[in-house]
């Protein structure tokens, strides 16, 4: 099959869950005998090689704006991808619906991967909010195919528009710690430091977790990693925080480093609300990090009993860090736990076996477009 994947700033992977995915899904589909083309955004990439682990890439531009960075590129990709013979467009982002009226025209075979609830997030405004739940509608209406990346979200459309959708999650690698020294230049060492890694939104409950920490009487560090492509007052107020005892050091995009961070740190905080199935959680249970999270259906879903929850105010949380602080023989019951999760559920192969069952479906015309439907 000839597969475009759309909608993500492109492979190499070096921003979020997404983009992960693509580079994930398209090398092992590349292995397995697809034609898979990646889209990529020029402006994220200063080398442009034409090639990735056998994934064919196309780089075109992009309008470097919030509002219009995801749905610039993905209106120029999917025209690139309709002139190009592609059998199937795997889209990413509900919000990219807008696009997918030419293809449809043209008879292509589209599926979309729609995330959590995107209109949730306090970066986007009224008009924001508001495109996202049309998006939302549109999609059931223009999309051949639903991917949910969570059994929550497959519940959502299926009760709100009527409509069926294929569950496929986000995958993770079981990992363990070879390069410890790596995490000594940001000032921690192993077993010494809380962690979080997530982009500085609102709804991901950042400075939650830093007033939670706040409260605690331990000589141990928390560590925060992240940041966005857009500055807001909420992430200032996060940078402002940094001290001593709290670090703050940017985005991470080395393997290696973001690795040993999650293998060695004594717990992580998982505070993504509004999400789907999230990759930081997966990847924080594939590295035997003790997890505790915020108290929503998608962490449940996820996590289940490999880890504890606390309910989104500081000091629920407090007090689940300080149970760690006082328990800590009784968290490697949890991070195995956490681990047969992953192995069971979780990994890329099991991810890439659901989407290549997909395509096939799409190929033989199991989900015909109907517009009334």
Same mark, same amino acid.
């Given at each position: 099959m000839k597969i475009a994947l759309i909608g993500t700033r492109g492979v190499p992977a070096n921003y979020g869950g997404y983009e992960t995915c693509v580079e994930e899904l398209g090398k092992r589909l590349a292995e397995r005998g697809h034609d898979v083309t990646v889209y990529c955004r020029a402006s994220y990439y200063t080398e442009r090689p034409a090639t990735y682990f056998g994934m064919k890439l196309v780089y075109l531009p992009n309008i470097k704006k919030k509002s219009l960075d995801t749905l610039s590129h993905t209106?120029?990709?999917? $025209?690139?991808a309709v002139t190009h013979k592609i059998d199937i467009l795997?889209?990413? &982002?509900? *919000?990219n619906t807008l696009t997918f009226f030419l293809?449809?025209?043209?008879? #292509? #075979?589209i599926a979309v991967n729609t995330d959590g609830f995107e209109w949730k997030r306090g970066k986007w405004g009224r008009m924001g909010k508001l495109y996202y739940k049309f998006s939302e509608w549109l999609s059931t209406k223009l999309a051949n195919r639903i991917v949910a990346d969570a059994l929550a979200m497959q519940d959502y459309y299926l009760q709100k528009f009527g409509v069926e959708s294929s569950y496929i999650a986000y995958g993770a690698y079981n990992s363990k710690s070879t390069k410890p020294e790596l995490i000594n230049k940001l000032g921690v060492i192993p077993g010494e430091y809380f962690l979080q890694i997530t982009l500085f939104r609102p709804e991901n409950n950042v400075l939650l977790t830093i007033e939670a920490f706040k409260k605690l009487n331990t000589d141990k560090k928390l560590l925060i990693i992240g940041g966005g492509p857009y500055q807001s007052d909420y992430s200032?107020? $996060?940078?402002? *925080? *940094?001290?001593? &005892?709290?670090? $703050?050091p940017g985005t991470i995009y080395d393997k290696d480093m973001i690795n040993e961070l999650w293998c060695n740190c004594f717990a992580y905080i998982h505070g993504n609300g509004v999400g789907g199935t999230n990759p930081a959680l997966l990847q924080s249970m594939a590295s035997g990090s003790f997890t505790i999270a915020v108290n929503v259906v998608f962490s449940h879903e996820v996590l289940d009993n490999g880890g504890i929850y606390y309910d989104k105010n500081a000091e629920s949380l407090s007090i689940k860090m300080n149970w760690a602080l006082e328990n800590p023989s009784l968290l490697s019951e949890y991070t195995e736990k956490a681990r047969h999760r992953i192995k069971d559920r979780y990994t890329w192969d099991i991810i890439t076996d659901g989407y290549e069952q997909l395509f096939k479906e799409l190929q033989a015309n199991k989900y015909p477009w109907r517009l009334f439907n």
């Open positions: 209106f120029l990709s999917i $025209i690139h795997m889209v990413f &982002n509900v *919000a293809p449809r025209l043209l008879g #292509k #075979k200032r107020e $996060i940078e402002a *925080a *940094a001290c001593e &005892n709290i670090i $703050i």
